[in-house]
C-alpha cells in the first residue's frame, strides 16, 4: 500500500468515529451539552479542579470560548468555581454534585458505546484497537508538538 493510501485510509477512518461517536451532532453522549463542555466535564471529573486556563489548553480551546461554555456550566449548576488556595488571582473550577451526576451518566454512555463495538470483535482484534488507537492519539499529539516548536 502506497504511503497516500494509507493516509487516506486513516483520515477516512478517523472520519467516520468522529460520526459514529455523534461529534458531528449539536450535543454529543446522550446530553444536553456540545463536545467542548462534554469533555469539560469529562476532564475536570477525572483530572479534578483545574483553572480556566489549564482547560483551555488541554482541550485545546481559544480562552473566548472556554469562558463562555465554562459560564453556561456553571449556570446550568455543573461546575463551581472557589479561589485557588496557592494563587488567589486564580479560581479552580469543580464538578458540582450534579456535574459529578452528569459526569457518571456520560462514562455510562461512552462504556456502552465502546462495549457495543468491542462486542463485534475478537480479543485479540480488542487489543489491537486498544493499541492502535493509542499510539495513533500519541503519535498526533507529538506531531502538533513538534509542529508548535518548529514554528516558534
Do not use: W
Not at 469539560?40 to 480562552?63: A, N, Q, V, W, Y
Not at 486498544?130 to 506531531?143: I, K, P
Request: overall charge positive; hydrophobic content about 40%; aromatic content about 4%.
Amino acid at each position: 500500500m502506497n504511503q497516500l493510501a494509507l493516509i487516506d485510509d486513516i483520515r477516512a477512518a478517523s472520519r467516520l468515529m468522529v460520526r459514529e461517536l455523534g461529534f458531528m451532532d449539536a450535543t454529543v453522549a446522550a446530553s444536553d451539552y456540545p463536545p467542548s463542555a462534554v469533555h469539560t466535564i469529562l476532564e475536570i471529573g477525572i483530572r479534578g479542579p483545574m483553572t480556566s486556563g489549564e482547560l483551555g489548553d488541554f482541550l485545546r480551546l481559544e480562552k473566548s470560548s472556554v469562558s463562555r461554555m465554562v459560564r453556561k456550566l456553571i449556570d446550568c449548576g455543573e461546575l463551581r468555581e472557589t479561589p485557588d488556595e496557592l494563587d488567589a488571582r486564580s479560581k479552580l473550577l469543580s464538578l458540582t454534585a450534579k456535574g459529578r451526576r452528569t459526569l457518571d451518566a456520560l462514562h455510562a454512555f461512552g462504556r456502552q458505546q465502546v462495549r457495543g463495538a468491542l462486542a463485534a470483535l475478537t480479543p485479540a482484534e480488542q487489543r489491537i484497537v486498544r493499541e492502535g488507537m493509542t499510539l495513533y492519539a500519541r503519535a498526533l499529539r507529538q506531531s502538533r508538538e513538534e509542529e508548535g516548536r518548529s514554528a516558534a
